[in-house]
């Protein structure tokens, strides 16, 4: 059963439905779509993931052909290097998920270093470390951390990036739900500014009374109550299906309010899929 919390204030505007209620975890997750059609791409040179994780391993990994299998067991193949005491080893292992696997460009010279010095405060991805860095950097380069936190631990923490945010705002949009997801900078401009209409709908619903965005712990909390009510194994089974939907409820979104389409290449492939 999902669990049950009091309804939190957010400034003047009492907030009725908490994003783990019980209706609103349901209703969220009847818009959820499947992530059958959806690939995770993983990056075809393999030495430096070899170099990693081992070479048999990584050998074993490439040879699986079913891409959400392969994202399952990714998760699995880079535990322990996250984890591990070799300083070196555990940045590799970061490095690779956010630059190489995430595809996250560096913004300047010392992206990386500024990085891997913030994540040497989870330690051993301990509770009260984790919640410590969540509550410090709040939203401060969330698509980036929040993947290390998903791979370090998928069965409690789970990546939140454009995509997500996408998808989970279009379906709140849709619930007439007026709280929303934070949504982080996309590399998409079309994207970036179906966000800006996002913040601006805000403004509106909330008539100018203080309003705050839903951040990374509500996240986790929904993502959790999916699996206390039953609809999802898994934390990562949820995370895995709203990243499969982003482009499609982005797009989705985009039509409704009559804001250019951030994802054409995402109406080729329905167009595919249906003929």
Sequence with gaps: MPRKKSFRKNGPVSVERPINNGDIVQKIWAEIGTYEHQGWKVPEDRRLLASIAGHEATDAFYEISDSARQNIE?????????????????NAAIKWIVYDWGNIP??????????????KELNNFENEDV????????????ASWSKVLAFADSSKYAIF????????????????HQRKFF?????????NKVFSHVRQKMKVDFNGKKH?????SEYI?????????DLATSVLEGEMRLFAQGRKLGNSYAAKYGLEIPY????????????
Excluded: H, W
């Design 264 to 275: 054409e290449d995402e109406l080729q492939l329905d167009l595919q899929l249906a003929s």
């Design 74 to 90: 990714l998760r699995k193949l880079l535990k322990e290097p996250l984890r591990s005491q070799d300083t070196e080893k555990r």
């Design 161 to 176: 990036d454009a995509r997500v945010a996408m998808a989970l705002n279009a379906i709140l949009d849709k619930l007439g």
């Design 106 to 119: 560096p913004r300047e010279d010392q992206d990386e270093d500024r990085l891997f010095e913030m994540c």
């Design 212 to 216: 705050s965005y839903m951040n990374y």
């Design 183 to 191: 949504m982080p900078q996309s590399i998409s401009t079309p994207l």
């Design 131 to 142: 919640k410590s860095f969540i509550k410090r950097y709040k939203i401060d380069r969330i």
């Design 221 to 229: 909390e929904l993502l959790t109550s999916f699996v206390e009510a």
